[in-house]
C-alpha cells in the first residue's frame, strides 16, 4: 500500500499495569477510527520507566495479558500494531525490553529485543542503569507487513546509525522508534536524532513517546513525532496525552531517493574494514 495513515498513541504509564493495558486499548482503538492502519505504542507503555520494576511488569509470550491485548486489538480494530515495548521475560527468566509487532489479523509477525541499553550517567542530568535488570536483544529487526518493509528499534537504539542504515539496506521504508527520552536528552536531541536517521536513510520514522506524567520519577519528553524522508516532521506531539497521525507516502519516498540517491551513492569499500 503506498498511502496509508499511522497513528501514534502518546499514553501515560502510570504505576498499575492492567490499567496501562486498558489505556492503550482504548488508545489503540482511538487511532483506528482517526483512520491509522498502523498504530505505534511508547516504550514500557504497561511499566513506569524504571529499572527495578521492569522485572515485576515482566511477562512472557506464551501467557501475558499485555501481549494479548495487542494481539486483540489488532485483530479487532484490522490495524497493524507496533506494541511499543514492555519487559518480556524468557524461558531462562531473563528480561529484555521487547516491542511485538502484530498484523491486522492479530498473528504476531515481529520482535524486537532493545539491543543498546541505555547505561548513562549525565552530569546534573539522567542517571539511567538499563543493564540493572535488563538483558540486551542482538538482532535487528526488519518486518514485511501488508504496508510495506518496517524496521523496529527502541529508544536509546536511535543514536546508533549504522543500525538504521543496516534496516534501510535490507529493505525498510519505514523505521519505528518506541521511546521515552527524558528531560535533558529530549529538547537537545530528540527532533534532532528522528530527523537525522529519516535524512540519512531516506524512510519514514515514527516516534512513539509516553506523555509526561509528573509524578513519575522518570519524566518523559513526550514529543511523539512523525517523519517524512525529506526530514519534514509531519506531525508531532507536545508532553500531553493524545493521539498522534500523519501520512506515510512512498511515492515521497521514491521520488527522494530518485532525486537525491545518496543509497545508490554509498561506497562501502571505503568504510569498512
Ligand atoms: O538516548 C537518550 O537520550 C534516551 C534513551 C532512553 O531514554 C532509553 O533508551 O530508554
Not at 529484555?96 to 502484530?102: D, I, K
Not at 536528552?185 to 513517546?209: F, K, S
Request: proline share 5%; glycine share 8%; net charge negative.
Amino acid at each position: 500500500m503506498s498511502v496509508f495513515t499511522v497513528g501514534i498513541c502518546q499514553m501515560g504509564v502510570i504505576p498499575d499495569k492492567l490499567a496501562n493495558i486498558e489505556k492503550a486499548r482504548t488508545m489503540i482503538g482511538d487511532a483506528a477510527i482517526k483512520g491509522s492502519r498502523l498504530v505505534v505504542l511508547p516504550e514500557m507503555f504497561n511499566c513506569p520507566y524504571q529499572s527495578e520494576l521492569f522485572p515485576d511488569y515482566a511477562e512472557s509470550v506464551a501467557d501475558g495479558p499485555t501481549i494479548t491485548m495487542l494481539a486483540e486489538c489488532a485483530a479487532q480494530n484490522k490495524v497493524i500494531v507496533v506494541g511499543g515495548s514492555i519487559p518480556e521475560k524468557d524461558e531462562a527468566g531473563n528480561v529484555f525490553n521487547t516491542s511485538f509487532v502484530f498484523n491486522e489479523n492479530g498473528d504476531l509477525i515481529g520482535r524486537h529485543r532493545k539491543v543498546h541499553l541505555f547505561d548513562v550517567a549525565i552530569k546534573g542530568g539522567t542517571v539511567f542503569q538499563e543493564s540493572k535488570t535488563l538483558a540486551a536483544g542482538s538482532s535487528m529487526t526488519v518486518v514485511n507487513t501488508s504496508l510495506g518493509t518496517m524496521g523496529v528499534a527502541i529508544c536509546y537504539d536511535v543514536r546508533f546509525p549504522e543500525l538504521a542504515r543496516a534496516m534501510a539496506l535490507k529493505g525498510a521504508q519505514v523505521i519505528i522508534y518506541p521511546a521515552a527520552f527524558g528531560p535533558v536528552t529530549g529538547p537537545a536531541h530528540w527532533e534532532l536524532l528522528m530527523r537525522a536517521r529519516a535524512v540519512d536513510n531516506q524512510v519514514y520514522i515514527i516516534a512513539a513517546a509516553p506523555a509526561l506524567n509528573a509524578a513519575a520519577e522518570y519524566k518523559a519528553y513526550g514529543h511523539s513525532m512523525i517523519v517524512d524522508p525529506w526530514a519534514r516532521v509531519l506531525a508531532v506531539a507536545s508532553e500531553e496525552e493524545t493521539v498522534i497521525t500523519g501520512k506515510v507516502d512512498f511515492r515521497t519516498l521514491e521520488k527522494v531517493r530518485d532525486e537525491l540517491p545518496i543509497l545508490k551513492h554509498r561506497k562501502p569499500e571505503v568504510y569498512e574494514d
